[in-house]
């Protein structure tokens, strides 16, 4: 039966990868949306969209009734469920197909006997799938470290490893919580843990006619909490070992009577042994590179095996090599904490297609944002995919570091600079990679900024909003930037940055509009010990080129430096030739705010309080854990930054925060046994 009109249960990034797919095709869409997400770009895309009362998943998108009423409601004959929420719920797969509707993955038998992993574990061993060793529960477990992973559902919720017997309760615990809010299923399983194992998987496809066939593999071995940030494909492997990987795949997919498109994922040993971890009945994130390197929309096939047709007789063999990199909303270098907020700009250069269409060696974006996009905390925090296609590896690694470290990312917090620094690692090259890469390269967390050229991206927006100043002028405007009676008085600027520093920016102008002179201090504006004295910093050899609210132009040392300055309110956004800076212009005569007690640890974004672990008067050390925020759909422990006694816990466990309220009080004084009497030669009892 020919599709006609099909409505995507999800959102951002993937219902508009969907939507792109049925606008080739002629194919009528829908988009359900969260209140949250009604002035998102995929809700506007569709030629339909109906609303979902609600703003978390658990009102909206987790609502299989809503979502079968708004199929309903729009007259759509398919669904398509993208990829997260309801993709791998047989429920609701049951129900859309129970409700007279195509449904575009595998039969709900599928997916339960997939979603299942230790069932799924046990019928693949008989078809002759590899396997790790793996337990049901924490007895006679001797053999460390094990991985705890959720029976249900994946994107690395419910995940723990484990070195050693004393953490082995507490992980399974903690996995079985966010598993259950995660999935709504608190099942987990223990497995031998691989060292230095690298995570690849192969695509795989079934259609009605019962044939099942690989579409090629990817490499996904660079995870965050067991989350891919960069994949690509082909998997840097022996010929022998895709081989055997490939009919081991097809293995598992005829050994379920497979339909559909679906993802056969291994762990490959430093050996190259190799052994199942799971297979995923939907379509991957990480899809783009194997529809660049094969030259297929794998929508577009979903949509076919839908509607009964057999697949191509001919495949296309994969060719050159593609990269792929999820663009989050978070803060790689503090835990990996979620990022909120307004991205006030969002350009990524040299961009040659998005969601599909790259016909020769360039860069695609699939993005579920624009400029405007509002970033909240109710859903997962991957903003886009930068995909990028190479004749060969290096060519792609080239083509996507520049393009991303020349990309405007403004207003909210992202991973950017980490994955570049990936990206240009000598390891990455090398393809000495698996997944526990980022615990070793610690160098790849460092900002792209060197410290060193924080000051000249600074100077580039102090002389920016001069420039401003200057084009706004209601009179005299044709006298220079900063001219005044005393021309010895350099103008001032303070800016802060991010971690509570703050830099200082002097300059000054000649008649001519050139800069005779120039100088910064940095300091910290709120450290443990009150703040520090500013620290001159050695300036290069700085002359002025040109000066626009928006570009601002420097010979540093004789060669020349473009910045590109987007102001927004006391915001301020430099890109240049270094890397970014995201900069806060500070008033120069500040009112006052009010203040915190000392010792206050205060919420990073909104979120909910899960877990309070610790009592008021509970004396504790420096890392401890004091509770567990939630949001973004991961946990986030918030531990105590010394040791001292709990003064305040003002949110009970279940409580709502927003960005900035206290969490807890922690009183670092010395305790009464600590303090040394004042006269050391008298009995202090």
């Given at each position: 039966?020919?599709?006609?009109?099909?409505l995507?249960?999800?959102?951002?990034?993937?219902?508009?990868?969907?939507f792109?797919?049925?606008?080739?095709?002629?194919?009528?869409?829908?988009?359900?949306?969260?209140?949250?997400?009604?002035?998102?770009?995929?809700?506007?895309?569709?030629?339909?969209?109906?609303r979902?009362?609600?703003?978390?998943?658990?009102?909206?998108?987790?609502?299989i009734?809503?979502?079968?009423?708004?199929?309903?409601?729009?007259?759509?004959?398919?669904?398509?469920?993208?990829?997260?929420f309801?993709?791998?719920n047989?429920?609701?797969?049951?129900?859309?197909?129970?409700?007279?509707?195509t449904?575009?993955g595998?039969?709900?038998?599928?997916?339960?006997?997939?979603?299942?992993?230790?069932?799924?574990?046990?019928?693949?061993?008989?078809?002759?799938?590899?396997?790790?060793?793996?337990?049901?529960?924490?007895?006679?477990?001797?053999?460390?470290p094990?991985?705890?992973?959720?029976s249900?559902?994946?994107?690395?919720?419910?995940?723990?490893?484990?070195?050693?017997?004393?953490?082995l309760?507490?992980?399974?615990a903690?996995?079985?919580?966010?598993?259950?809010?995660?999935?709504?299923?608190?099942?987990?399983?223990?497995?031998?843990?691989?060292?230095?194992?690298r995570?690849?998987?192969?695509?795989?496809f079934?259609?009605a006619?019962?044939?099942?066939?690989?579409?090629?593999?990817?490499?996904?071995?660079?995870?965050?909490?067991?989350q891919?940030?960069v994949?690509?494909?082909?998997?840097?492997?022996?010929?022998?070992?895709?081989?055997?990987?490939?009919?081991?795949?097809?293995?598992?997919?005829?050994?379920?009577?497979?339909?559909?498109?679906?993802t056969?994922?291994?762990?490959?040993?430093?050996?190259?042994?190799?052994?199942?971890?799971?297979?995923n009945?939907?379509?991957?994130?990480?899809?783009?590179?194997?529809?660049?390197?094969?030259g297929?929309?794998?929508?577009?096939?979903?949509?076919?095996?839908?509607?009964?047709?057999?697949?191509?007789?001919?495949?296309?063999?994969?060719?050159?090599?593609?990269?792929?990199?999820?663009?989050?909303a978070?803060?790689?270098?503090a835990?990996?904490?979620?990022?909120?907020?307004?991205?006030?700009?969002?350009?990524?250069?040299?961009?040659?297609?998005?969601?599909?269409?790259?016909?020769?060696?360039?860069?695609?974006?699939?993005?579920?944002?624009?400029?405007?996009?509002?970033?909240?905390?109710?859903?997962?925090?991957?903003?886009?995919?930068?995909?990028?296609?190479?004749?060969?590896?290096?060519?792609?690694t080239?083509?996507?570091?520049t393009?991303?470290?020349?990309?405007?990312?403004?207003?909210?917090?992202?991973?950017?600079?980490?994955?570049?620094?990936?990206?240009?690692?000598?390891?990455?090259?090398?393809?000495?990679?698996?997944?526990?890469?980022?615990?070793?390269?610690?160098?790849?967390?460092?900002?792209?900024?060197?410290?060193?050229?924080?000051?000249?991206?600074?100077?580039?927006?102090?002389?920016?909003?001069?420039?401003?100043?200057?084009?706004?002028?209601?009179?005299?405007?044709?006298?220079?930037?900063g001219?005044?009676?005393?021309?010895?008085?350099?103008?001032?600027?303070?800016?802060?940055?991010?971690?509570?520093?703050?830099?200082?920016?002097?300059?000054?102008?000649?008649?001519?509009?050139?800069?005779?002179?120039?100088?910064?201090?940095?300091?910290?504006?709120?450290?443990?010990?009150?703040?520090?004295?500013?620290?001159?910093?050695?300036?290069?050899?700085?002359?002025?080129?040109?000066?626009?609210?928006?570009?601002?132009?420097?010979?540093?040392?004789?060669?020349?430096?473009?910045?590109?300055?987007?102001?927004?309110?006391?915001?301020?956004?430099?890109?240049?030739?270094?890397?970014?800076?995201?900069?806060?212009e500070?008033?120069?005569?500040p009112?006052?705010?009010?203040?915190?007690?000392?010792?206050?640890?205060?919420?990073?974004l909104?979120?909910?309080?899960?877990?309070?672990?610790?009592?008021?008067?509970?004396?504790?050390?420096?890392?401890?854990?004091?509770?567990?925020?939630?949001?973004?759909?991961?946990?986030?422990?918030?531990?105590?930054?010394?040791?001292?006694?709990?003064?305040?816990?003002?949110?009970?466990?279940?409580?709502?925060?927003q960005?900035?309220?206290?969490?807890?009080?922690?009183?670092s004084?010395?305790a009464?046994?600590?303090?040394?009497?004042?006269?050391?030669?008298?009995?202090?009892?």
């Amino acid at each position: 039966m020919m599709i006609r009109k099909l409505l995507v249960a999800n959102r951002g990034e993937i219902a508009r990868r969907v939507f792109a797919t049925c606008r080739a095709l002629g194919v009528e869409t829908v988009a359900v949306h969260s209140d949250a997400d009604a002035a998102e770009p995929f809700v506007g895309e569709a030629d339909q969209a109906v609303r979902l009362p609600g703003a978390t998943p658990a009102e909206t998108y987790l609502r299989i009734e809503k979502i079968l009423d708004a199929a309903r409601r729009s007259g759509a004959d398919a669904v398509h469920p993208g990829y997260g929420f309801l993709a791998e719920n047989a429920e609701f797969a049951a129900a859309v197909t129970d409700a007279g509707l195509t449904w575009v993955g595998p039969p709900a038998k599928v997916i339960a006997a997939m979603g299942d992993k230790l069932a799924a574990k046990a019928m693949l061993a008989e078809a002759g799938v590899p396997m790790l060793p793996s337990w049901t529960d924490t007895d006679g477990i001797s053999d460390f470290p094990v991985l705890v992973k959720a029976s249900a559902g994946g994107g690395g919720r419910g995940m723990r490893i484990v070195r050693d017997a004393a953490g082995l309760a507490e992980a399974v615990a903690s996995a079985r919580r966010e598993a259950a809010a995660a999935f709504g299923d608190g099942t987990v399983f223990i497995e031998r843990y691989v060292e230095r194992g690298r995570h690849v998987e192969v695509q795989i496809f079934g259609d009605a006619h019962g044939r099942v066939v690989a579409l090629g593999d990817r490499e996904c071995s660079i995870q965050r909490r067991h989350q891919k940030i960069v994949e690509e494909a082909p998997a840097v492997v022996p010929e022998q070992v895709r081989t055997a990987l490939h009919e081991a795949a097809v293995a598992a997919g005829r050994a379920v009577d497979y339909l559909g498109a679906g993802t056969v994922e291994f762990l490959l040993a430093p050996g190259g042994e190799f052994f199942f971890l799971e297979m995923n009945t939907r379509l991957q994130v990480e899809h783009p590179v194997t529809e660049l390197c094969t030259g297929l929309d794998l929508v577009g096939l979903q949509l076919l095996v839908a509607e009964g047709e057999p697949l191509p007789a001919t495949l296309p063999v994969s060719t050159g090599h593609a990269i792929e990199v999820r663009l989050c909303a978070e803060d790689a270098g503090a835990g990996w904490r979620p990022a909120t907020g307004t991205l006030h700009r969002f350009t990524v250069p040299a961009v040659a297609a998005e969601f599909g269409g790259l016909t020769r060696p360039g860069l695609r974006l699939d993005s579920g944002v624009v400029a405007g996009s509002v970033v909240g905390v109710h859903y997962d925090s991957m903003l886009a995919k930068l995909i990028a296609w190479g004749r060969t590896r290096a060519e792609a690694t080239r083509l996507l570091s520049t393009a991303l470290a020349r990309a405007e990312l403004h207003g909210v917090t992202t991973n950017r600079d980490l994955l570049v620094r990936v990206l240009r690692s000598p390891a990455f090259a090398a393809v000495e990679i698996d997944t526990g890469f980022l615990d070793r390269h610690a160098e790849v967390f460092a900002p792209l900024l060197p410290t060193d050229r924080l000051p000249l991206a600074a100077l580039a927006a102090a002389l920016a909003a001069a420039a401003q100043r200057r084009a706004t002028a209601p009179v005299l405007a044709g006298l220079p930037s900063g001219w005044r009676n005393v021309p010895a008085f350099p103008q001032t600027t303070r800016f802060a940055v991010t971690g509570g520093d703050e830099i200082e920016v002097r300059y000054r102008l000649d008649r001519a509009g050139r800069l005779a002179e120039w100088s910064s201090t940095s300091a910290a504006s709120d450290s443990a010990d009150g703040p520090e004295a500013p620290e001159p910093a050695v300036e290069p050899s700085v002359a002025l080129v040109e000066a626009t609210p928006e570009r601002v132009v420097l010979d540093v040392d004789g060669v020349r430096c473009a910045y590109r300055v987007n102001r927004v309110g006391s915001a301020v956004f430099v890109d240049g030739p270094d890397g970014a800076a995201s900069l806060a212009e500070l008033p120069r005569l500040p009112l006052p705010t009010a203040e915190v007690a000392a010792g206050s640890l205060l919420a990073p974004l909104p979120g909910a309080v899960t877990r309070v672990h610790v009592q008021v008067g509970q004396r504790v050390t420096a890392g401890e854990p004091l509770l567990t925020l939630e949001a973004m759909k991961l946990e986030h422990p918030v531990l105590a930054p010394t040791e001292g006694v709990v003064a305040e816990l003002p949110v009970p466990a279940g409580g709502q925060v927003q960005t900035g309220a206290v969490l807890a009080v922690i009183d670092s004084s010395p305790a009464p046994g600590d303090l040394e009497p004042s006269n050391p030669e008298e009995d202090p009892r």
